[in-house]
């Protein structure tokens, strides 16, 4: 198979399963678990997947000071806080919603790189993120993918996710330990998602058995999809550059709209389509951004 062909085949498996992910989350929560219940049991499983692997390869995640620390915020930062915030949001947000806020994520990583003085921001990227919050309050308005405005506190708690994933991009960029091979990196930031979960899941009374054998079943899927995206994902880094592998965003949200409608049958109103293309088109602006730089 072409590589070019290759890549894209990887890219659009990255995207149905992150888009995928959301969904299961609130099949399992409508069966009575809870968020961080969720996504403890799905982390764990996914680190035991990614760390079995890594360590057939022979590439086990280096545990020194400054690779925890990598992994440690990567992974209760990037996932553990980001799954709370979403999962939370998604008992009562549609699913659909959530897919139109994951591309956020890269209008936000401009914003805070700016901040931190790692990049400096441009006035198209600007213009890109002001686009893209644009899309936002378009998506959150009545006709759109928020059916019922009693819902945008919940609506809003789920824009706290990729705000978690950009100070993961943040952090990953700070902290990152030069040489380690991408999936040492992945399987011990995904162990350190499992471990922040289940702290933070403890106290907040959310872990507990799943309520039944489906439901554990439901889990153990997501958790072993989350480990094969994880590979493809960095698969993709290394193979076709960032540039490329940042346009899984449009997928996340094209795949999370398509199985909010099969799995719910959530029907967004007519103003989803020009909210995604603002979403889609400030996220551009930055991706070029960044492309015409480099």
Known sequence: MPRLALHLLFLLGVGAIWGLTPAMAK???????????????????????????????????????????????????????????????????????????????????????ALAGVERATKRS??????????????????????????????????????????????????????TPPLAQASGTVIFAA???????????????????????LLVAQGVLTAIAYLLYFRLLVGAGGVFTSQVSYLITLMGLLWGFVLFAEVPGWLTIPAAMLIFAGVALVTLEKRARR
Not at 199 to 215: E, N, R
């Open 195 to 217: 471990l922040g979960a289940g702290v933070l899941a403890l106290p907040l009374g959310h872990l507990g058995p799943p309520p039944s054998f489906g439901i554990a079943v």
């Open 27 to 113: 099949l399992a929560m409508a069966e009575g678990m809870r968020p961080l219940g969720v996504a403890t049991f799905a982390a764990a499983v996914a680190a035991v997947v990614l760390y079995a692997i890594a360590c057939a390869g022979g590439h086990a995640p280096p545990m020194d000071r400054r690779h925890l620390k990598q992994y440690a915020t990567g992974g209760i930062v990037g996932l553990s806080l980001a799954h709370l915030f979403a999962f939370t949001g998604l008992t009562r947000a549609p699913a659909g919603l959530f897919a139109l806020l994951v591309p956020l994520s890269a209008l936000f990583t401009v914003i805070f790189f």
């Open 126 to 179: 600007i213009a890109g993120a002001a686009v893209g919050m644009a899309g936002v309050a378009v998506a959150m308005s009545p006709g759109a993918a928020l059916p019922d405005p009693a819902l945008l506190p919940w609506a809003a708690l789920m824009v706290l996710t990729p705000v978690c994933y950009a100070l993961s991009n943040l952090f990953s960029v700070r902290f990152a330990v030069a040489g």
